[in-house]
């Protein structure tokens, strides 16, 4: 089970830190991830960690502006948003995967545990 937290209103050039709670499982092989949709959009991918070793991947949209980061001791992931922009407005979606390769990491069908999403508005 995935409960993804920390969405919220917030300014443009602002900051956001999002958290995604993992239990039930232990999640050592796994990938986790955070996808967002925007209203009318496509689901796009954001960033990923490998659980084991915490190799990160970025979005070239958001490389340099968010940093993902996990705590092993409690099982979550968290997402720093920093410099946030008005087309960073969407819901957010934590997911996780097994198993998974460097070419399907940033693929939302690979991921087969997802949180219920918490919503981003980025707005002045």
């Known amino acids: 089970q995935l409960q993804a937290s920390g969405g919220g209103l917030v300014q443009p050039g602002g900051s956001l830190k999002l958290s995604c709670a993992a239990s039930?499982?232990?999640?050592?092989?796994?990938?986790m991830a955070w996808f967002r949709q925007a209203p009318g959009k496509e689901r796009e991918f954001v960033a990923a960690?490998?659980?084991?070793?915490?190799?990160?991947f970025y979005a070239g949209s958001v490389e340099g502006r968010f940093t993902l980061s996990r705590d092993t001791a409690k099982d979550t992931m968290y997402l720093q948003m920093n410099s946030l922009k008005p087309e960073d407005t969407a819901v957010y979606y934590c997911?996780?995967?097994?198993?998974?390769?460097?070419?399907?990491?940033?693929?939302?069908?690979?991921?087969?545990?997802w949180g219920q999403g918490t919503k981003v508005t980025v707005s002045s």
């Open positions: 997911a996780a995967g097994s198993g998974l390769i460097l070419s399907s990491i940033r693929v939302d069908s690979q991921y087969g545990y």
């Open positions: 039930g499982r232990t999640f050592n092989n796994f990938a």
């Open positions: 960690i490998r659980w084991r070793g915490g190799s990160t």
